[in-house]
């Protein structure tokens, strides 16, 4: 009756992304992301493991965060589930190598694979998402299709007919000539609050890096940031407007929603003061972006919307590879690889060998 994925990173974000995006059928519940006790306490303590698969998902197999929680989780589901506990797990991994890799062939876990050249944070069209997208309920087939029609368009334009390079061309200009070194990306939908945070890991890993491909030692990168709208017109736009000239915004709109709501009179006749009687919710929405946007436009703050007609599994599939594509593109004008994350693996190793030594 339930999935309890179980990852860290990008084995955790986009699938998070899909999830809550799209309108499901079956619960999936997630944890072991933050080795927060706490929280994996409150999340076993809501699931029946008898009724539970658990999907552990790391591309390594020897994500340290990840296999503390699998080890809590799986001795609770050997505990109570018996001797069988092992046809209740599912482990997406590396086909061959790695500490989950080598315990799903030693205990027969149901295992998947995530391809050797495909890392964490690129993964989410992958098994890593669409398996718990595809147990919920939702359509892994359009949201492939939707990423390949992003792909059709890469094979067959040229870079000036593409939209994700010529994104990834004005923030590299931005960046580079005018110094703006925080991009922010806030979507006027609380369904894309997790695709944002998979955004901001997928911008962080793959461009911050201290060497250009020459080994160069020449710092470049800049740092994303995830918001909503308009939740934070409330919290960060006085930043944006009126501080530091240091920012980039990318606003994503949808511009049909499968529900809405006629905004009805208020009680008394002032509520007419704000023109909201009778206007739809999304409507009202669309005017708020476009307002703020104008605002900074006309306060010499770059910005820039990203259109979806509505907000589907073609659609979402479409968004991820955009952004992909955009860090792809972007890892080629700024000179660096974009696939390697070796800041990410000094801190792994420091962590190893404190363990291992007290």
């Known amino acids: 009756e339930n999935l309890l994925v179980l990852g860290i990173g990008g084995s955790d974000l986009g699938t998070r992304a899909i999830l809550e995006a799209l309108p499901h059928k079956k619960r999936v519940v997630f944890a072991g992301d933050n080795m927060d006790p706490v929280e994996l306490n409150r999340v076993l303590c809501k699931l029946d493991l008898k009724k539970t698969a658990v999907n552990v998902v790391s591309k390594s197999g020897n994500t340290l965060e990840t296999l503390a929680s699998f080890m809590i989780v799986r001795e609770k589901l050997k505990r109570i589930v018996g001797k069988n506990f092992a046809q ?11 500490t989950l890799s080598e315990w799903a062939r030693f205990e027969k876990y149901h295992q998947l694979i995530i391809p050797e050249n495909v890392g964490g944070r690129f993964s989410v069209l992958s098994d890593v998402g669409l398996f718990p997208a595809g147990w919920a309920g939702i359509s892994i087939q359009k949201l492939l299709a939707g990423a390949a029609g992003q792909m059709a368009q890469f094979s067959s334009r040229k870079p000036e007919d593409q939209i ?68 934070d017109q409330h919290s960060q736009i006085q930043l944006y407007m009126e501080g530091p000239r240091d920012k980039v915004i990318t606003f994503v709109e949808i511009q049909h929603w499968d529900e809405d709501y006629v905004i009805p009179d208020g009680p008394l006749p002032s509520a007419d003061l704000f023109g909201l009687s009778g206007r739809r919710m999304s409507d009202v929405q669309k005017a708020e972006r ?29 968004l991820f590879q955009f952004f992909m594509l955009t860090t792809a593109y972007l890892g080629e004008f700024l000179d660096v690889n974009a696939y390697d994350q070796p800041g990410v693996e000094e801190g792994k190793r420091r962590l190893r060998a404190w363990l291992r030594s007290t």
Do not use: C
């Open 164 to 231: 994700p390079a010529m994104l990834a061309a004005l923030y590299a200009s931005l960046h580079q000539e005018t110094h703006r070194n925080i991009f922010v990306l806030m979507p006027y939908a609380a369904e894309l609050q997790a695709f944002a945070r998979w955004y901001r890991q997928l911008f962080a890993e793959s461009l911050g890096k201290k060497e250009n491909r020459s080994g160069l030692r020449v710092p470049v990168g800049f740092t994303p940031l995830a918001t909503i709208g308009p939740r």
């Open 88 to 98: 209740q797990i599912i482990a997406t991994t590396d086909q061959e190598s790695g």
């Open 290 to 318: 476009r307002a703020t946007a104008e605002a900074l436009a006309a306060n010499q703050s770059p910005n820039g919307t990203l259109f979806l007609k509505q907000l589907d599994a073609e659609s979402l599939g479409e």
